[in-house]
């Protein structure tokens, strides 16, 4: 891997540094480079001065993260969302997973450290009243919730790092294994194989999400009598 060749810096009195100026350069290399590539050594580069000069305005990295990770939770958009719970825990699952999609990077810094935004935490509560306004408890309507979460971040892992290793290596390992199954040892795969890559492609998202809240919030039959 080539040596990062640092910015040529002008003579003169050093660069006026803003804690706006570094955590917007910080989103920059998450977004463009991943959460990876991200270093006070990397960031200092980009804006043309010391990573000591940074510490002056942020404690350590993780002090930078929860800065930016607040940054972009402000200007997330806040719609309104429908009054039925079912209805209101679909619609706010579906936006969470694409506000996330739009930014993979956030899903790699809250699973990779012990980081949060404390501004970005409305839209779990109106997914947690959803389920509390069903019915559940609010124990229950935390599992609702954390199921859901999981369902997000699985789906968005697997296709941010199946896209990384498309790029880099022009396939992925598993389309290549599923292609060589036969109808002898697995036929219902075997089926499929030819076309396995392009249904992993395919952004289900929505009707997954939908789904997973259907079964999580069912509607009442109104000949079983209600058991909460």
Known sequence: MPAEVPRKRRVGRPPRLSLD???AAAARIL???GMEKLS??????ELGTTPMALYHHVRDKDELLVHVLESQARTMPRPEFPADPRERLATSSILLY??????PWIIEVLTGDDLIAPSALWIVEVMVGAAVDYGYSADEA???YRTIWFYIVGNLIVRVTGNRRRARTGTVYQDEVVARLTTATH???ADVAGRWAELNAR???R???????NGLLPTPDPAKPKDR
């Open 40 to 45: 006070m050594r990397r960031l200092a580069n």
């Open 142 to 144: 935390v599992h609702v």
């Open 21 to 23: 100026a570094i955590i």
């Open 98 to 103: 694409e506000l996330l999609a739009e930014r």
């Open 187 to 189: 036929p219902r795969l």
């Open 31 to 33: 977004q463009t480079e």
């Open 203 to 205: 952004d289900t998202h």
């Open 207 to 213: 009707q997954a999400l939908t789904a997973i809240v």
